[in-house]
């Protein structure tokens, strides 16, 4: 089976440019996570979905980032104006929500670097 | 304060050691915890869930005291492939659960 699938896997630009970053969750899933990991702050939540309705993005940095899930089979990140404090592993994870806990799987990420 | 603490380590051990990482959580909300698994430029998965009244699988043992606030994971025999960063993990009540994920305690384990 398929599981999360991100691209791209790597991301070099330059400070000023605008970046997408796209993400497939698990088919029937219906949360969908985006996550950002730096050495210095760890693993973050940026925003969630819910039947692809975003719930909770108090973990968006700031207005550079949105996110949107257009269909229950895609999202994008968009990072516009890039900047060098943005380079980190971004995570896209997925899970069906049953009540309670349930096991999120992560994709592989993309790793940004803004120059 | 950090929501989830960890030691970032390194712990350096030989083949057959057993090792524990602790893990602190300044929410007394917290709801569930678990421990997840990442290797390196991987992504993270779940290892196990944690029980109030402990759990063990295989050669991990997970355990939680709430009056602490502390939880931790012990790891039996290690092997080579448990090299490895752990990650601890907490959620809060309220709504549907967010993971807060510690920093991690990165382990290496040598011949």
């Known amino acids: 089976d398929a599981g999360v699938i991100q691209s791209p896997r790597h991301e070099v630009t330059e400070m000023g440019q605008e970046v997408t970053l796209r993400c497939k969750p698990i088919s029937g899933h219906d949360y969908l996570f985006w996550y950002r990991q730096t050495m210095m702050r760890g693993l973050e939540l940026l925003i969630y979905f819910n039947n692809n309705v975003p719930i909770d993005d108090s973990g968006m940095p700031e207005d550079r980032f949105s996110a949107k899930m257009p269909n229950a089979s895609f999202s994008t990140l968009k990072i516009q104006p890039s900047e060098p404090r943005d380079s980190a592993v971004y995570f896209c994870?997925?899970?069906?929500?049953?009540?309670?806990?349930?096991?999120?799987?992560f994709g592989p990420g993309t790793r940004l670097t803004v120059l | 304060r950090k929501e989830v603490e960890q030691d970032p380590g390194p712990f350096n051990v030989p083949e057959g050691a057993t090792v524990a990482f602790n893990c602190t959580y300044s929410?007394?909300?917290?709801?569930?915890f678990f421990w997840y698994r990442q290797d390196c430029r991987k992504e993270p998965k779940l290892l196990m869930s944690?029980?109030?009244s402990g759990n063990e699988d295989g050669r991990f043992t997970a355990q939680l005291n709430r009056a602490s606030q502390y939880i931790s994971l012990l790891i039996r025999d290690s092997k080579l492939s448990d090299s490895a960063t752990y990650l601890c993990?907490?959620?809060?009540?309220?709504?549907?659960?967010?993971?807060?994920f510690g920093a991690g305690t990165r382990l290496a384990v040598h011949p």
């Open positions: 929410n007394s909300a917290s709801q569930s």
């Open positions: 994870a997925s899970t069906l929500g049953q009540g309670g806990f349930s096991e999120q799987f």
């Open positions: 993990v907490v959620t809060l009540s309220g709504g549907y659960n967010k993971l807060i």
């Open positions: 944690v029980y109030s």
